[in-house]
């Protein structure tokens, strides 16, 4: 992988955003207004808000980077772009990396929104730091860029891209421990969660919801997570084709 390649793939990604108005407010504004709607609808019940608002501040934004990302890549499929700069002395790595990059870079911002709409205007009560907070949120959209980047390698079109999301995201969605504690599940159910990324990513918010400091346990949900998103880019590059659908 050249990292000169790399920086030049993310930088004319982001180019291509900056004319995509509707992209970036869906990236970035989205996850803050799902988290103002939940704020409100519990407005008589804040401490709901305290025990859910966490988990669902890494949930938004990985569900929208994965849709977006998803639908982006998928875009350069279909116009023939990917096909193209495969064709010039570029790596899958540098490819894949780079739009991570630049999706990355995206979803700093966007944590960085959620996490301080959530913590200073909307009055999330968490014991631990807003910091770590923000990094396991980072964690969880960089996660949602991978799975976008690994999924769009098997639609056709974005309709397709789309669709992947029950298959995808809803499962982890049920199964992350956000309606029922994982060990109230049925143990077969129970098993598949402690598989799935989602459910550390909700795991290592709650460390931070109840702990002042960092917690072994807060340490592994961290390192799965990261480790899930590499995984999933490492396997994104493997099935990058060469030919558009």
């Known amino acids: 992988m050249n990292s000169a390649r790399t920086l030049a793939t993310a930088a004319r990604v982001l ?14 504004l989205v996850p803050c207004v799902m988290l103002l709607l939940l704020r409100y609808v519990f407005d008589g019940s804040p401490g709901t808000f305290d025990a859910i608002g966490a988990s669902l501040l890494g949930i938004f934004p990985l569900i929208t980077m994965f849709l977006i990302t998803s639908i982006a890549t998928l875009r350069e499929r279909t116009s023939g772009t990917l096909e193209r700069l495969l064709a010039m002395p570029l790596g899958k790595a540098d490819l894949i990396a780079g739009y991570a990059v630049a999706f990355g870079l995206l ?19 968490v014991i631990g730091s807003a ?23 098997f639609a056709a079109s974005e309709f397709q891209a789309v669709q992947f999301m029950p298959a995808v995201i809803f499962p982890q969605l049920l199964l992350c421990g956000l309606f029922t504690a994982r060990d109230n599940m049925q143990p077969v159910l129970e098993g598949i969660s402690n598989v799935l990324p989602m459910s550390y ?45």
């Open 15 to 28: 180019r291509q955003l900056r004319h995509d108005p509707r992209s970036i407010a869906l990236m970035l």
């Open 131 to 153: 910091w770590l907070l923000l990094l396991v949120a980072l964690l969880d959209a960089l996660l949602g860029t991978a799975l976008g980047l690994f999924v769009s390698a």
């Open 201 to 245: 990513a909700v795991d290592g918010m709650n460390e931070v919801l109840h702990h002042t400091d960092v917690t072994a346990d807060f340490i592994r949900d961290v390192l799965i997570v990261g480790a899930c998103a590499l995984l999933v880019l490492s396997l994104g590059a493997a099935t990058l084709r060469r030919r558009t659908a």
């Open 107 to 125: 979803a700093v911002i966007q944590s960085a929104l959620a996490t301080g709409l959530a913590l200073w205007f909307l009055g999330l009560d």
